[in-house]
């Protein structure tokens, strides 16, 4: 009877749940379910519909009913469940369990306001090590704050633990907040690994919302007894390493250079904090590892902004499409065609085609036009990025990383990975595509002791997985 481990990985532009065995000493992935994601706009603001999303987490839950009557899993158990989110975006709840709707998006504005006048930033780095970005938690909870969002709360709860205690039904109860999603709020000290009481203090806010730090994977129940009911089956609920970055690097080898490539494009290493004014300037970031490490990465502005064109043009290409697209215009556009995609005009835009072809008129370059044009200088605008983000760490840490590892869904993109391993003069090697789903499964097998991860992930990873090497 093999064990099975269930990963609910929720992105910002998707969510999948994937089931985990182990057989022939290899870690095979199966999807059950798969769904679309986006914030919504209502009122003005920028939501999660955290219901939507629950209820797919559920329906994804009944397909493992069919798989365990007569389907893969009738010969297995299915051991847990965990769940991932992308960072910094939190729900907040009242005494009874209930939800202080509504639950913000990362990039909704709300925080501008309190974005520069918080605390001085280069204060606020060498204690918590976090980058300075416009959506971290910190920045949300202080406009919460300001309106007055906090009177009726009891627990500020990170994504992935609404859910996750939403799943087991004991919203009420919450003992701990989970290490590595916590970490990228801004609030913890990035060396002691403890909500810093200097930012509390400093800002004065409500210790009382946040809950004794807790590194992964521990377990927070079973299912709800009305989940079991409906679904005639059970399991444990385990936290993992539940931020979503967390989770897809726990598949890396120690020391590689990596850039995971979704929504976002996290690129670094994971070892020691490094709080030096070098790293705060170069925009790195120090955010939590699944093993207690840091994972001293840069967030590059990613492949949002694929998506966000992709979505401009009427959804009428697929991700494929737009990859041969830009193939072809490769082959004539104009030398050195980049942009800084990191400038904040590309975040959060009403036109990212827009954003994009002034940024090119600014520099007195020819603006894409085509479909390809827009795809092309997109991914190299993205490979030169991770370029200039490789130099600040290399020159940062004083080491020189001989490989890069692309993970990610946008693993799956063969043009971006040898545009990538073009411009930063190394070799990639591209793959697991879900990462993150099987970084969130070895943390529940850890959880279960399971004895295929007894001695670390590093040896089931290598046997696991295809990976592709685009060479320079
Ligand atoms: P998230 O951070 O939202 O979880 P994913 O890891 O799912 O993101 O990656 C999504 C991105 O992967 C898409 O925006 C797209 O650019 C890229 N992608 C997914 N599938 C393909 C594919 N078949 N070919 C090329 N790119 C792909
Ligand atoms: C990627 C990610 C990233 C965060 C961002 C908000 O999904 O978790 O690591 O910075 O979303």
Redesign the pocket.
């Known amino acids: 009877m093999a064990d099975y481990y269930l990963a609910v990985?929720?992105?910002?532009?998707?969510?999948?749940l994937i089931l985990g065995h182990v057989e022939g000493g290899k870690l095979l992935l199966e999807e059950v379910h798969r769904f679309s994601?986006a914030p919504q706009r209502r009122d003005g603001s920028l939501i999660w519909d955290v219901d939507l999303i629950f209820s797919e987490i559920t329906g994804g839950l009944e397909k493992c009913a069919g798989w365990i009557k007569g389907g893969p899993l009738s010969a297995g158990t299915l051991r847990s469940v965990g769940i991932d989110t992308?960072g910094v975006d939190y729900a907040l709840v009242d005494r009874e369990g209930e939800l202080i709707a509504p639950v913000f998006a990362y990039r909704d504005s709300r925080t501008e306001p309190f974005f520069k006048t918080a605390i001085p930033y280069e204060e606020l780095y060498r204690i918590s090590g976090i980058a300075h970005q416009p959506f971290n938690t910190i920045y949300q909870v202080l406009a919460d704050r300001a309106a007055g969002r906090f009177a009726k709360a009891e627990h500020m709860y990170q994504l992935p633990e609404y859910f996750s205690h939403r799943l087991a039904g004991n919203l009420r109860s919450k003992e701990y907040n989970e290490y590595t999603m916590a970490s990228t709020t801004a609030l913890v000290d990035a060396e002691k690994k403890v909500w810093s009481k200097e930012i509390f203090e400093k800002l004065d806010l409500p210790l009382r919302l946040f809950k004794p730090l807790r590194e992964p994977p521990y377990d927070i129940g079973c299912l709800s007894a009305e989940l079991q009911k409906k679904l005639g089956f059970n399991a444990r609920v385990v936290m993992i390493a539940s931020h979503?970055t967390a989770s897809?690097v726990a598949t890396v080898k120690e020391g590689s250079l990596y850039i995971?490539?979704?929504?976002?494009s996290l690129l670094g290493i994971t070892g020691d904090p490094v709080l030096s004014g070098a790293a705060r300037e170069a925009g790195y970031t120090n955010e939590g590892a699944h093993n207690g490490r840091i994972r001293f990465l840069k967030n590059i502005m990613?492949?949002?902004v694929?998506?966000s064109v992709?979505h401009e043009l009427g959804d009428a290409h697929?991700?494929?499409e737009?990859?041969a697209l830009a193939r072809e215009a490769g082959k004539t556009a104009p030398a050195g065609w980049t942009i800084d995609l990191n400038l904040p005009q590309f975040f959060a835009p009403s036109s990212m085609i827009a954003e994009i072809k002034a940024e090119y008129r600014r520099l007195g370059q020819k603006a894409p036009e085509t479909p390809g044009e827009l795809a092309y200088s997109v991914y190299t605008s993205l490979a030169n990025c991770y370029k200039i983000a490789i130099a600040d760490l290399e020159n940062i840490t004083g080491r020189t990383y001989p490989a890069i590892s692309v993970i990610?869904?946008?693993?799956?993109?063969?043009?971006?990975n040898a545009l990538t391993a073009e411009y930063a003069g190394k070799p990639v090697y591209a793959g697991p595509?879900?990462?993150?789903a099987a970084g969130n499964i070895l943390l529940q097998m850890k959880a279960a002791e399971d004895p295929a991860v007894k001695s670390g992930f590093a040896d089931l990873v290598r046997n696991s997985f295809d990976i592709k090497e685009f060479s320079y």
């Open positions: 990985d929720l992105g910002a532009s998707g969510g999948r994601n992308w979503d897809a995971s490539s979704g929504t976002w990613g492949l949002w694929i998506q992709r697929s991700f494929e737009l990859e990610g869904g946008g693993s799956k993109n063969s043009y971006l595509a879900e990462a993150t």
